[in-house]
C-alpha cells in the first residue's frame, strides 16, 4: 500500500474507532474485520456449512455462467469487467475462466479494501488463467468510485457479490447503488448479490457458529485496536452475540462486555469504562426479498433486468441497468 494512502487509512480509522467507542451505545464498524487475519478468518467463515451464502452463489454463477457472460458481454466486444470486494474471487474464477474460455475480450479490475487479499488473488490468477488482463485496485468502494467513474469510453460490468450491500442499511445502501448508477452508463451492468430472507434460525446460525469462527472474525476489530492503536481489550472478557429480526430483515452482530471493564487505547489518548452486559454493535447483515430489492433499485435510479437463484431461494443474483 502507498505510504499517503497507508496514513489516510489508518487516520480515518482512529477518528471512527474514538467516535465509536466514545458513542452511547457503543459502535464499531465491520469495515475494519479486514486485516491479514480478518481475511484469514473471513475465507474460513465462507468454508463453514453455515454460512450458506457462499455456496448459493457459487451454485448460481456455476449453474447460469453461460447466461450470465453472454448478458455481461451484450453485442460489445470489449468491457471491463470491475469486481468491488474482490477477496479471493473464488465464484469469479468461474466466471473468469468461462470468459476466458469463450475468447471474450475483457480486462478483470477486482477492487479489494485488503491489499493482502489483492496481492494473493493476483498470484492465484497468474497461475490459474495466465491469459487474463488484471489491473487490481487497492481502496473502499467509495475512493475508488472515482476510479470507476473514469473509465468512460469502454463498456463497464461491476460485480457486488457476497451480499456485501448487506452490510449498509438501508440509507448508506441507497447512497451507495446511486453512486455505482452514476459512475454507470446506458449500456453498463451492475450484477450484485442479496442474500434473501428465510427461516431466521438458518441466519441465526451462520452467524452464530459453534465453532467460534464468527466470534473470532468478530473480536478480530478489538485485536486489530491492540495491534494498530496500542489498546488492551481483552477478548475473553466480551461475548459475541448475534441478534436476527425477521420482520426487518436485519442480522445483527454485538459484542456484549462480560463485565465491568476499563480498556485503555494509547494512540487514541483514550480510556473507556465498560459497564457489565454493556454492548458494542459492530455488524449488520440484511437480508432481502424481491420487494426491498425493488425499492432499493428504484431509489437509485436502476432498473433488474434478469435475476437468478439458488434452489431453496436463499440467495439471489441481480443484474441492474440504468
Ligand atoms: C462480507 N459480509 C457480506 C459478511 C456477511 O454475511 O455479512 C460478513 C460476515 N460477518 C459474519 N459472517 C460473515
Known amino acids: 500500500m502507498q505510504e499517503k494512502t497507508r496514513t489516510i487509512t489508518i487516520s480515518k480509522f482512529k477518528e471512527e474507532v474514538y467516535a465509536g467507542l466514545t458513542a452511547n451505545p457503543k459502535y464499531l464498524s465491520s469495515k475494519y474485520f479486514y486485516d491479514t487475519k480478518g481475511d484469514k478468518i473471513f475465507q474460513d467463515i465462507m468454508a463453514m456449512p453455515e454460512y450458506y451464502l457462499t455456496d448459493c452463489e457459487y451454485d448460481i454463477i456455476e449453474k447460469n455462467k453461460k447466461k450470465i457472460a453472454a448478458l455481461f458481454a451484450g453485442d460489445s466486444n470489449n468491457f471491463n469487467l470491475i469486481e468491488l470486494g474482490a477477496g479471493d474471487g473464488k465464484k469469479t474464477k468461474i466466471l473468469l475462466k468461462h470468459m476466458v474460455k469463450s475468447k471474450l475480450d475483457f480486462k478483470y479490475l477486482p477492487i479489494d479494501i485488503s491489499q493482502n487479499a489483492l496481492n494473493q488473488l493476483e498470484k492465484a490468477l497468474q497461475i490459474e488463467i495466465p491469459s487474463l488482463k488484471t489491473e487490481p485496485l487497492q481502496g473502499t468502494y467509495l475512493e475508488t468510485l472515482d476510479t470507476i467513474n473514469s473509465i468512460r469510453d469502454t463498456k463497464k460490468v461491476i460485480l457486488f457479490l457476497g451480499s456485501n450491500v448487506g452490510n449498509l442499511l438501508h440509507p448508506q445502501a441507497v447512497l451507495f447503488l446511486q453512486n455505482i448508477q452514476k459512475a454507470m452508463k446506458k449500456d453498463d451492468i451492475f450484477f450484485v448479490g442479496f442474500d434473501q430472507k428465510k427461516n431466521p434460525q438458518t441466519i441465526l446460525d451462520a452467524y452464530n457458529d459453534e465453532t467460534g469462527i464468527t466470534e473470532a472474525f468478530n473480536k478480530n476489530i478489538l485485536m486489530r ?98
Open 225 to 322: 485496536i491492540n495491534a494498530e492503536l496500542k489498546g488492551n481489550f481483552v477478548a475473553d472478557n466480551f461475548l459475541h452475540w448475534e441478534v436476527y429480526d425477521p420482520e426487518t430483515g436485519t442480522a445483527k452482530s454485538y459484542l456484549v462486555s462480560k463485565k465491568a471493564q476499563t480498556v485503555t487505547i494509547k494512540d487514541l489518548d483514550l480510556t473507556i469504562f465498560l459497564k457489565p452486559w454493556e454492548t458494542i454493535h459492530t455488524e449488520i447483515s440484511q437480508k432481502y426479498d424481491d420487494e426491498v430489492v425493488s425499492w432499493l433499485a428504484k431509489e437509485s435510479g436502476l432498473k433488474i433486468i434478469e435475476q437468478f437463484s439458488d434452489e431453496k431461494k436463499y440467495y439471489k443474483n441481480y443484474a441492474l441497468k440504468k
